[in-house]
């Protein structure tokens, strides 16, 4: 039986009457969570009557309909109608999921997931799209009543987004002058070009955006197809190297203009960003999935299987790309990195909890990646730094530390890349998710989950080079590569060292071996490393976000370290850090491993060390985020808003156990003060 | 029969409903839905139900028959179907469901098929049970969960 014929709206008396106004700004903010604006999409007619009724009971305005194409053409119709949208996952017309990434992207609406199927493929599964919740079937009146703290979450998020966003940009512009300025590879100059075009296509993004909501452009409808079409190219280009002007020549379609594309690639990236920093995302989801498949480059997620990062790599080249960053950074050598990369990611499998198999198939697009890439990353770091830093990702260390090699660089904190995740959130979710699973694994995720800030691995790379660009939208990527970052193989042994090492090109030398075996026994898991991007990063300062390191489940506990150290990126600091708990590796990484570096200095970086990896799929990821964001914003003053790798790095740099107070001298990798201290 | 009797034999037979496993949880969710503004709003679901799990059936019996059969399209139909058995608090034919699912996963034609008659079987019981039941509240005049 058809309830809802048509694009219906059908409103119930009740909502009716407690709609008062009418007017859906009053009906939300007067009597809030009364007269909240629910779509609700089923194609059982029973589940949509009884949700309806509930929804009713619970003061909700409803607006019910059995298609999703209906549902999709009415959220089109009316973009701020709804307030939150409830969507069976299993539809005869379109999968839930899909419809989960397109309002995602396009409406940014809370959106709750729901199936008889509890199965946890399925709830991670949504929760990696970017579901805010997951409620099984049949579905009881309880779990309807809080649906609008989704709403209220989702609202605050997005504004601090677009806080650190813009404070992002601006660290970026800042980055890429400065990268422009180093004595780079080609890829520097490379980077340096790209860093330009990139501020000014982001700083044109910025205008589009600010444009079409005050001059209310007439919008262009971006249908899924017209999306797949997007993140096709988006995909083929790179995320890093996707700008809006590329993307429209790949996509090849009449009458859409640069600027359509450029406020969509933002809208993308951001999504991107917010869905894999809560919770280690599926492969798929980044990129393919962002419309419609799943899979995605990215993968970050835990069910991400072989083929998934394969194809995230092949269709992002992210996963190369970052990993190849990643191991560039660390190796600064293209073979060893994607040797290294692959031995390590395989046990990392940050995000992937599952599959080993697919961690290769990143390395290798590492490999190819890191071969033209490394120049840059490893810049400063040394080769004894290196070669241990390889071994340790043979280890299944975390290769955050892998990732962090890349600091060297330039300040641009791409290494810091890594730990960057271009959500606190995301990242410490990442991390946790990573680190808690893959503890032994070697959080890889973590280096990962730094990533993410940059498209993945490479954007952690590329962060020197662009640092803007890596900075904006990368975070996708790393987040989402699950293995390919190596991710610091945050196992103690090698990684440790050189992950940190690569924090300051001066710190990061440093860490120049000695730091691995001592990093790399006490860190246990710590993946921190990646925080070297921060440390290394000028630009960056420490962009320490406690928040990041919070997520991951790294259990340092940063707060009592203040960060004093600027630049260096002592190794060691991040790795006392660690200490807290290197059980979360990841997180531990992160908070630890930050420590030195960044120059916050005086902050005391608070990373809270929660251990989110216990969350449970799906549910607490998502609450996670929201509770993270608090969380980093408390904390985190010193941090500019700046996701990126940086915020890891800095993270972990600051982790540098303030004790030391001298930056400079805490760092001292021969001292490694934080060996002794992390408790291995 | 007075009115008390009336309704005693009402919360009689709903409460062997759930003693016998007929009904669950869900279907109290749905008795809690109903109020003054919606006073049949349980049958009113229970009808919909009937309706969407006759064309589910007509499709699973379809699937059923075709050789070979199609376990995937199969165990989608029957995930629909327990998906709205769980939505009303059908619990034998859910059960039902569940088990047919299983059989849909390893393959098991033979037992798909013997499951299903049960699930069909289960489904028309329940159906009389709760036809006697609305009715009967109906006429004492009292709400089931009164």
Not at chain 1, 42 to 61: G, K, N, V
Not at chain 1, 237 to 253: F, Q, S
Not at chain 1, 521 to 538: C, H, I, L, Q
Not at chain 1, 582 to 595: E, K, M, N, Q, R
Request: glycine fraction near 8%.
């Amino acid at each position: 039986m058809n309830l809802s014929s048509g694009g219906n709206r059908s409103m119930s008396t009740v909502a009716s009457s407690c709609g008062g106004n009418r007017r859906p700004v009053d009906a939300v903010s007067d009597r809030f969570p009364a007269g909240l604006r629910v779509l609700v999409v089923d194609d059982d007619p029973t589940c949509l009557a009884i949700l309806e009724r509930m929804l009713e009971r619970c003061l909700y305005e409803v607006t019910k309909c059995n298609r999703a194409e209906i549902a999709v053409s009415l959220l089109q119709e009316n973009r701020n109608g709804y307030d939150v949208v409830i969507s069976d996952v299993h539809m005869p017309d379109m999968d839930g999921f899909k419809l989960l990434e397109y309002v995602g992207l396009e409406m940014d609406l809370p959106v709750i997931m729901m199936s008889a199927d509890d199965t946890k493929a399925v709830v991670m599964k949504g929760v990696t799209h970017g579901a805010c919740d997951y409620l099984i079937k049949p579905v009881r009146m309880d779990a309807l009543k809080n649906i609008w703290q989704h709403v209220v979450r989702k609202k605050k998020h997005e504004w601090k987004e677009l806080e650190q966003s813009k404070s992002r940009e601006e660290v970026e512009n800042r980055q890429a002058k400065q990268a422009e300025e180093a004595d780079y590879s080609s890829s520097a100059n490379e980077g340096s070009w790209r860093n330009s075009k990139k501020r000014k296509d982001e700083e044109e993004d910025l205008e589009d955006r600010e444009d079409t909501s005050t001059l209310k452009k007439p919008r262009v409808v971006w249908s899924v197809e017209l999306h797949q079409q997007f993140v096709a190219a988006v995909n083929q280009l790179g995320i890093d190297k996707a700008v809006p002007k590329k993307i429209l020549e790949l996509m090849n379609v009449p009458g859409l203009t640069r600027e359509n594309v450029a406020s969509h690639l933002q809208k993308y990236r951001l999504y991107l960003r917010r869905i894999s920093g809560g919770v280690p995302q599926h492969p798929g989801v980044i990129n393919n999935g962002f419309m419609g498949s799943q899979e995605g480059p990215f993968g970050a997620m835990s069910s991400l299987t072989g083929l998934d990062l394969q194809a995230i790599a092949a269709s992002g080249h992210l996963p190369g790309q970052s990993l190849a960053t990643l191991q560039s950074a660390v190796f600064n050598k293209g073979n060893t990195l994607s040797g290294m990369t692959m031995a390590g990611m395989d046990q990392r499998n940050i995000f992937s909890f599952e599959n080993p198999k697919i961690r290769f198939g990143e390395g290798q697009q590492l490999q190819q990646m890191t071969n033209g890439k490394q120049i840059n990353l490893l810049h400063g770091i040394p080769t004894n730094v290196e070669s241990k830093q390889l071994t340790s990702l043979h280890h299944s260390e975390s290769s955050i530390g892998s990732v962090s090699t890349q600091p060297n660089s330039h300040g641009n904190s791409s290494g810091s890349l890594m730990m960057q995740a271009t959500h606190p959130q995301s990242r410490a979710q990442l991390l946790n998710e990573a680190v808690s699973s893959q503890f032994s694994k070697a959080p890889p995720s973590i280096g990962l989950l730094n990533v993410s800030n940059g498209a993945g691995v490479g954007a952690v790379q590329m962060r020197n080079n662009n640092p803007v660009h890596d900075n904006r939208g990368t975070g996708f990527n790393l987040v989402s590569q699950p293995s390919p970052i190596p991710s610091f193989p945050i196992n103690k042994s090698e990684l440790a060292g050189s992950g940190f090492p690569l924090a300051s090109a001066p710190g990061v030398m440093a860490a120049k071996g000695m730091l691995h075996d001592e990093i790399n026994s006490r860190m246990k898991g710590s993946v921190g490393y990646t925080p070297n991007y921060d440390m290394f990063s000028e630009i960056h300062q420490p962009k320490f976000h406690p928040w990041e390191l919070q997520g991951v489940g790294l259990q340092f506990d940063c707060s009592h370290r203040p960060n004093t150290l600027q630049g260096n990126f002592d190794i060691l600091p991040s790795v006392k850090i660690q200490q807290q708990d290197f059980s979360s590796v990841g997180t531990a990484l992160i908070a630890g491993s930050a420590p030195a570096v960044y120059s916050s200095g005086e902050r005391t970086q608070y990373y809270r060390t929660q251990n989110t990896s216990q969350q449970i799929p799906g549910h607490n990821s998502v609450k996670i985020k929201g509770e993270r964001i608090g969380d980093f914003d408390s904390q985190n003053n010193l941090i500019p808003q700046h996701y990126g790798q940086e915020d890891l790095m800095s993270a972990l740099l600051k982790q540098h156990p303030g004790s030391d107070g001298a930056a400079d001298g805490e760092f001292d990798f021969d001292g490694y003060p934080s060996i002794g201290n992390i408790p291995v | 029969m007075s009115r008390s009797q009336s309704q005693r034999q009402v919360f009689s037979i709903r409460k062997s409903l759930f003693d016998q496993g007929f009904l669950d949880d869900q279907f109290i969710q749905l008795e809690d839905l109903q109020d003054e503004a919606n006073p049949n709003f349980v049958e009113e679901c229970v009808t919909l139900f009937y309706t969407d799990s006759v064309r589910l059936i007509h499709s699973i019996e379809h699937t059923l028959d075709c050789r070979p059969i199609n376990f995937n399209r199969l165990e989608d139909l029957v995930h629909q179907f327990k998906g709205s058995c769980s939505s009303i608090g059908a619990k034998k034919v859910k059960n039902e469901c569940t088990q047919l699912r299983e059989y849909c996963m390893s393959g098991n034609a033979e037992g798909c098929i013997r499951t299903f008659q049960r699930a069909k079987q289960e489904l028309a019981v329940l159906r009389r049970k709760l036809e006697s039941y609305f009715q009967m509240a109906r006429q004492a005049g009292a709400s089931a969960n009164a």
